[in-house]
């Protein structure tokens, strides 16, 4: 018997964008993907930490400002790195907040932050990329959700939501883009060690799901044979704490 051994073709070529990508997640994604040989553009809002990516992610890479709950910066961003590289193959949606509060005390404009941030923004990247892509041929739309959106938690009521939400939109997207040559895919990690939310620093704490892993997950999609689809991909920690 003949077994058809897969090859992972390099995404040298390939042109990509990440949201909230200067840090965190985001970051270890962009550095996978230029790594890789892709030309990456990083989207976030904080100048400083984009320079810092910037430099660090070398030529490949380029940084832009811009806040994703606002269209009309996202329209001009996906452009601005479509036009410097010749289009676009792979969008990365992984910026996102986290205000995590009773209902009865959390802010209205907390709220208003974590939804416009977490799902509009979303949306408007998608709306954004999706003729660049057209254009290309097809491409790879990856939604970075969490596992709060399966498994709500007391305080986290507006952030579970709007991933539950992001799950949604990813599912009826991929329906919709998908005789395109777009394939979307949502990936749902538990707890990361990235400090997320300002509920403690930055660590390397051994059980947790490191930034390095989701940005593996996400390689692991791109180089999947065109006739796959992983639609939907839960990562959580080996061994959490008990």
């Known amino acids: 018997m003949s077994v058809s051994i897969p090859t992972y073709p390099d995404l040298a070529g390939k042109v990509a964008v990440v949201t909230g990508g200067s840090k965190g997640i985001g970051y270890a994604i962009a550095a996978t ?23 660090t992610l070398g030529p490949r890479a380029t940084a832009i400002e811009a806040d994703i709950r606002n269209a009309a910066q996202v329209q001009a961003a996906i452009d601005q790195a479509a036009l410097k ?28 932050s ?20 057209r254009r ?19 305080g986290g009521a507006a952030y579970a939501a709007s991933k539950a939400a ?16 777009i394939r979307v ?25 490191q930034p390095e892993d989701v940005a593996r997950v996400v390689l692991d999609l ?3 044979p065109e006739r796959s689809l992983p ?4 990562l959580r920690p080996s061994q959490p704490k008990k």
């Open 33 to 55: 993907l230029t790594a890789q040989g892709a030309s990456t553009a990083v989207i976030g809002r904080n100048r400083g930490d984009l320079d810092r990516a910037g430099q």
């Open 85 to 112: 590289s010749g289009g676009l193959d792979i969008l990365i949606n992984n910026a996102g907040v986290g205000v995590f509060a009773p209902v009865a005390d959390m802010r209205i404009e907390d709220f208003q």
């Open 114 to 133: 974590i939804i416009e941030t977490n799902l509009s923004g979303v949306f408007y990247c998608c709306r954004a990329a999706i003729p660049q892509m």
């Open 136 to 154: 290309r041929g097809g491409g790879w739309i990856i939604n970075i959700s969490s596992l709060a959106s399966k498994n709500p938690f007391s």
């Open 166 to 181: 992001l799950n949604a939109f990813s599912e009826a997207l991929m329906q919709e883009v998908r005789y395109d040559g």
């Open 185 to 209: 895919s949502c990936v749902l990690p538990g707890s990361v060690a990235t400090g997320f939310g300002g509920r403690g620093a930055p660590d390397r704490a051994d059980w947790k799901v």
């Open 222 to 224: 791109l180089t999947m």
């Open 231 to 234: 639609s939907r991909v839960e």
